[in-house]
């Protein structure tokens, strides 16, 4: 709910200074406050022998609303704007950017209520109160705990690179910005298809193993989109290489934090591990964006993004040599 009421703001359409600050506030509101409970409660839900499904299930129904949501918006988004988007005017944009941030807001204020009324209490022994700061020490001398942050800062530098997929559409494939918006979107629904399929095969070869084949695959579509234009292989070939990076991409994140229970993170510091491994793994969302902005704002156009697609390459590449760190950490029993 308090998420909402900044989307209301921001649906005033802000100032930069003023949007910089919204963001913060919005990393109160979501991450500071609702992160760590819901990896808590997904872990609990799944038991011991079913991690894979239970953070596949996690992230499939996180999509599923996702793309809901985006086909609605990009659905009123067309309504409001001309048939010819040419001739949107900027008076016409402003109200299209003010209904979808509204959209969105509804949609959060929504997922409050149903949150207050429907999540259980945890029971008794769960709520007992602990100094979350015992277990920092023993989680900051797990290489483990380490070797999960980095497979997470890899897979989640390739998530954000996903942003740009709108942006390549326009500039590259030559598509309007209801056409690029409906694209994105479309991509949107292999987001639960992708993060099911994880989980069910993370349960049955293991989760390190699948996260490792994620980013083979990863390393294969990006090595081919750095390379390819329209010209030489048509739209066609490059929106297929675009919709199996997302499934990979949506595999990865719908299994990687089922890794804490097959890397055998002890319980008692599982609130503490989670909070380590997201503090690390999730610091693309300081640095990925500015990168990402400056390769392409320093080659504009096609070359920009070929020289991003090289980047998410090497960085797939990177993300299969942490696994094979984690696997040889859990074989030589180093991780404790």
């Known amino acids: 709910m308090a998420t909402a009421a900044g989307g209301l703001y921001m649906a005033t359409i802000p100032g930069a200074a003023e949007m910089a600050v919204l963001y913060g506030y919005f990393g109160v509101t979501t991450i500071f406050l609702s992160w760590g409970a819901l990896i808590r409660a997904t872990r609990e839900w799944g038991g011991e022998s079913a991690q894979g499904v239970a953070f596949g299930t996690l992230e499939a129904g996180r999509g599923l609303a996702a793309a809901l949501v985006a086909a609605g918006a990009v659905a009123l988004l067309a309504f409001l704007l ?3 988007v040419v001739t949107t005017t900027a008076i016409e944009r402003l109200a299209g950017l003010r209904a979808v941030i509204i959209v969105y807001t509804s ?22 109160r602990h100094n979350p700061f015992l277990g920092m020490a023993e989680v900051v001398k797990r290489p483990l705990i380490w070797a ?14 996903t942003d740009n997929y709108g942006l390549y559409a326009q500039q590259v494939l030559g598509f309007d910005e209801v056409a690029a918006a409906r694209l994105t979107a479309y991509g949107a629904y292999l987001r639960p298809l992708a993060a099911l399929a994880a989980g069910l095969i993370a349960d049955r070869l293991t989760a390190a193993r699948s996260i490792g084949g994620s980013f083979a695959l990863l390393l294969v579509v990006f090595s081919l989109l750095a390379i390819v234009t329209p010209d030489m292989v048509g739209t066609a070939f490059i929106i297929v290489n675009l919709a199996v990076s997302l499934f990979a991409v949506f595999a990865l994140r719908g299994i990687y934090f089922a890794l804490l229970e097959e890397t055998r993170t002890p319980r008692h510091i599982t609130g503490t591990a989670v909070g380590m491994v997201s503090f690390i793994g999730f610091t693309p969302d300081i640095f990925f964006g500015p990168v990402s902005g400056r390769i ?29 760190w984690l696997l040889y950490l859990q074989r030589k029993n180093l991780g404790k």
């Open 82 to 84: 001309p048939v010819d």
């Open 107 to 128: 949609v959060t204020f929504a997922a409050g209520v149903l949150a207050w009324l429907c999540i259980p209490d945890s029971d008794a022994a769960t709520l007992s």
């Open 296 to 324: 392409l704002d320093a080659n504009p156009g096609i070359v920009g993004h070929l020289n991003l697609f090289t980047l998410l390459a090497s960085i797939a590449a990177a993300g299969i040599f942490v696994v094979f």
């Open 148 to 161: 999960q942050a980095a497979i997470i800062v890899s897979a989640y530098c390739l998530f954000k690179a």
